[in-house]
């Protein structure tokens, strides 16, 4: 069973429409309905395309490092967001804190209020 916080794998959707490549992704929530549709954001090691305002970087040195399964530092992208139904994804590799999740969407509703 999947939950929010969770990360997984997803071949996810380019923004020029060439096909996705298999990338970790995080759960952010499930919409409501019977559905099994998901919000989710892409997760990347290339660290340097990191938005400070909305993405969220997890460095070996995070108390939720080891249990992400990332294998790099990697920025959690809130600024590459999808909604996918849940039966797609590949696979589970860990889930991130409590903590960090709760932030990320703080960050992600604060740039969406404009605030």
Do not use: H
């Amino acid at each position: 069973m999947i939950s929010e916080g969770q990360i997984v794998l997803f071949k996810f959707p380019q923004t020029d429409k060439k096909e996705g490549k298999l990338c970790p992704a995080l759960l952010l929530r499930e919409l409501p309905g019977k559905f099994n549709d998901w919000l989710i954001c892409m997760i990347s090691s290339n660290i340097d395309q990191q938005i400070p305002v909305l993405d969220e970087l997890v460095t070996p040195d995070a108390s939720d490092f080891i249990q992400s399964g990332l294998k790099a530092p990697s920025i959690i992208r809130a600024s590459r967001l999808a909604f996918v139904d849940g039966n797609v994804l590949v696979g589970t590799l860990g889930q991130i804190n409590t903590e960090r999740l709760y932030k990320i969407k703080q960050k992600l509703s604060k740039w969406i209020l404009g605030a």
